[in-house]
């Protein structure tokens, strides 16, 4: 396959998807005039073939998967976006046509979510493909929603569903001790579970409530117990989660009533890119009514407590199971 | 060595390099509020271990280096650093002694540079030690010197001296066919040219010189003849410039005293982040003497003409040298 010097490449794949501010992917910068009145909010994720993706996903699902993983972080501060900047390290056998996918997957969701792209960097690495996007949006002047500031009291919502990526990635690995519960899903919950662990949906349509009500937020994405967990230890609080009052998919539920043991998977296995938020108790109504206006979902998940011990996850007639960082472990 | 988990190491290694704006590293993402009538301009490099340095190096430098390339890209623009986003994939084998030593040199360069973290990801990769760094600067609006808009007439310049990191490569690979002459360079000589590899120089005190009176500027990083090129190329402009006008440190040239045919080195090598720039005839004089004021060493190497040919080098009684991208050939 044909090699193009790092300057055909840009111009023929990714110059097409630069903003006006991106000056054409010609110069050495880019340049953004901010809005008036309006804060920056800057964020970066790395990807790393091998360890965040499967080498051989389609080149455009790794594309959209990188833009929408930085738009989460975006949409749990209550940003809009701006635009980003790429970074690509492309190992030896990369090709053209791997190259024209990943634009194509780039440039689909570039557009969709008005996500110009502004500038970046394209090298060589004898490693696996590596990706590196910062993500640049803006919120109105001192109302991005903060990870720290939940106080005892206020009540904690999670938009979306919990679960479904990380079951999906079992799904996707496809483990011998996790062949019976696979093979008993239907079609359509393999196909749900798979395509969220693929292409996750960014809640950028939640921004003007959480803006409006929310007094802390952070995006779910290393798991749900964990996440709850930080957002939580910040400001010492806990919380007494009823297991029933965790969202699932029907595809989820599908799977655990296969299999009872996947909660465990659920609670924990991270890639949700769902938003958590703490309102205070009088913007728990407005809230509600404005994500149901916005035509996002949201559910309630508990109360948060004063106290440093671990979110515990209740269900009548068992023990509360909690998470220490990193791990699981039942009492 | 014990492991950290990534929240430890960003709190232990990195939080306490952030600036305000980086929310001490506790939250999804960065707050900025723009400086009222200042553009953003923006700008990312990637570097990775084995291909943009030595894994071996000074961890230190490596850190330096990494903040300095993206440096000499605001000061190309005639931006100040506002701050910026680090990328980091960790190799299985890095250890906290060398991340220990890594945020030093990086703590180092951002106080010097008054260059605060604002945020980033830290992930784990099976390849080389990959590095992203996302710079923000700052110009007030409308005035980012561009790569683009050299004319026909406009003077050629460029700051410091050219080639001496590439020769400071060549003496840190000590190949076989360049022993006779590193073994003879002075020994001040050979550090000189090994520091100018190891850690740039980021022109930004030239910054009010360059947007009072320069029309197009970039950095020189991939090397001076080709970046010349590129410059030029935009505008279909073309140099002649006499060898002799090509600047040269004291080290540079006594390595082509030894060895003439290093003049290829020195032309096409890179890494030389200097600052490239055009200037019209009427704004020469204003040039020179702010850059004298500001304590920059600039030199005219020529003046742009119409013409798409390639840059040409000339030294009287030899025959132009001429530099096709990406390799070079003597007519």
Known sequence: MPRLSEDELIATYFAPLAG????????????????????????????????????????????????????SDLAAKAALPCG??????????????????FA?????????????????????TPGPLTLSLTALGHVPRDTMVPRPGARAGDRLYVTGTIGDAALGLRVRLDAPQDRIWIAALTPAARTDLLNRYLVPEPRLGL???????????????????????KLLGLAHLTVRVPLAAVPLSRAAREALHLEPGLIDTILTGGDDYEILCAVPPGECVGFEESALA???????IGEAESGDALPHFEAPGTVPRVYPQGSFQHF
Chains 1, 2 share one sequence.
């Open 20 to 71: 006006p501010a991106g000056l054409n992917l010609r110069d050495d910068a880019a340049v953004l005039t901010p809005l008036p009145g309006q804060d920056l909010v800057l964020t970066k994720d790395m990807l790393v073939a091998g360890v965040h993706f499967f080498p051989d996903d389609a080149p455009e699902t790794i594309a959209r998967k990188l833009l929408r993983v930085n738009l």
């Open 84 to 101: 980003f900047l790429l970074g690509l390290a492309l190992p030896p056998d990369w090709g053209t046509d791997w190259l024209a996918a």
């Open 104 to 124: 194509r997957g780039l440039g689909e969701d570039s557009a969709q979510f008005r996500f110009p792209l502004l500038g970046g960097d394209t090298v060589k």
């Open 207 to 229: 921004a003007p409530a959480l803006r409006r009500h929310a007094r802390a937020a952070m995006d779910v994405s290393d798991g749900f117990a964990g996440d709850l967990a």
């Open 294 to 300: 916005l035509g996002m979902r949201v559910s309630p």
